[in-house]
């Protein structure tokens, strides 16, 4: 069960259209496998399901020829967002490692009969799910239009997204020291209509998350949240594998922040 996430985040892209065919049986058990355990560094727990779409009429607009879809639910406890975008984007990073394509779903699928074949509980909440199958060998008419739309393949500069000490001083590359590879693969994370809401700030052997609130969340989930555990899951997987040990941590920081600029969790090494 191995693989290497910063291979896999080299790769990945989301996948909306797939070839039609049934994922192999020892693809499916591997990743039926990976999402028995599913860890995070916040110790959210994250409940696991592979479903089929025929048995629940399950689907989504911008979807086609998928086999199974992956989904998970997990309790509505403080900053659940971050444990479930964090163990969800390792299971679709685990995903790409064994070929399957997926994509995060967060408004366009149907989601009252993925909450009913996932049996959400009143305090529980299925932030998104993902298709799961081979990718075709080109993308449908759709989502190449829709890749278009929210420049799907673009992303922020590197200085738009770390700073240097304060949110005045820009970090170039060069200057980000032993997280640089960490915050470059992590700048490659997946966000809902690619917003790409994640801030760092670099302080000597820390460093400072922060979330650019820029879509209207309602009281129940900040999906921009179930990003930045998406970042911070690309971040930490890449320090970890070229042996960078660190954790995470809540800290009192006094770092001014730029208006709907929220402080996140810090990472020491
Ligand atoms: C939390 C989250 C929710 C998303 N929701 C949707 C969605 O509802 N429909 C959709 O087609 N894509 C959705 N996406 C996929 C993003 O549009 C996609 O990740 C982004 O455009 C970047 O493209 P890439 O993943 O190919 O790099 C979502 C992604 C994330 C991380």
């Given amino acids: 069960m191995k693989f290497s996430a910063v291979a896999a985040i080299s790769n990945r892209r989301s996948v909306r259209t797939f070839d039609g065919n049934n994922l192999r049986d020892s693809d499916l058990k591997a990743l039926e496998d990976f999402i028995k355990e599913p860890l995070n560094p916040f110790?959210?727990?994250v409940n696991f399901r592979i479903l089929d779409p025929e048995k629940y009429s399950l689907s989504s607009p911008v979807i086609s020829g998928e086999s199974l879809y992956l989904a998970a639910k997990v309790k509505r406890e403080e900053n659940y967002e971050?444990?479930?975008g964090?163990?969800?984007e390792h299971a679709c990073l685990y995903a790409c490692s064994l070929g399957i394509g997926t994509v995060m779903l967060a408004s366009t699928l149907s989601r009252d009969r993925f909450e009913t074949a996932?049996?959400?509980k009143e305090d529980e909440i299925l932030p998104?799910?993902?298709?799961?199958?081979?990718p075709a060998s080109r993308m449908s008419f759709k989502e190449r239009l829709m890749r278009q739309a929210i420049k799907a393949d673009r992303r922020q500069p590197f200085s738009s997204i770390c700073f240097d000490g304060s949110f005045s001083t820009?970090?170039?590359e060069d200057q980000a020291g032993v997280f640089k590879e960490a915050l470059k693969l992590a700048i490659l994370s997946p966000s809902a209509v690619n917003k790409q809401p994640f801030r760092a700030v670099v302080d000597g052997n820390t460093v400072h998350f922060f979330e650019y609130r820029t879509l209207n969340s309602?009281?129940?989930i900040d999906i921009q949240k179930v990003d930045m555990g998406i970042f911070l899951c690309h971040f930490d997987l890449c320090m970890k594998e070229k042996g960078n040990i660190g954790s995470f941590y809540r800290d009192e920081v006094s770092i001014e922040t730029p208006e709907h600029v929220i402080y996140t969790i810090s990472f020491k090494i």
């Fill in 82 to 84: 971050l444990g479930f």
């Fill in 128 to 134: 998104v799910a993902s298709p799961l199958g081979y």
């Fill in 86 to 88: 964090y163990s969800f």
């Fill in 170 to 172: 820009l970090l170039n």
């Fill in 43 to 45: 110790g959210t727990p």
């Fill in 118 to 120: 996932m049996e959400v």
């Fill in 218 to 220: 309602d009281e129940r």
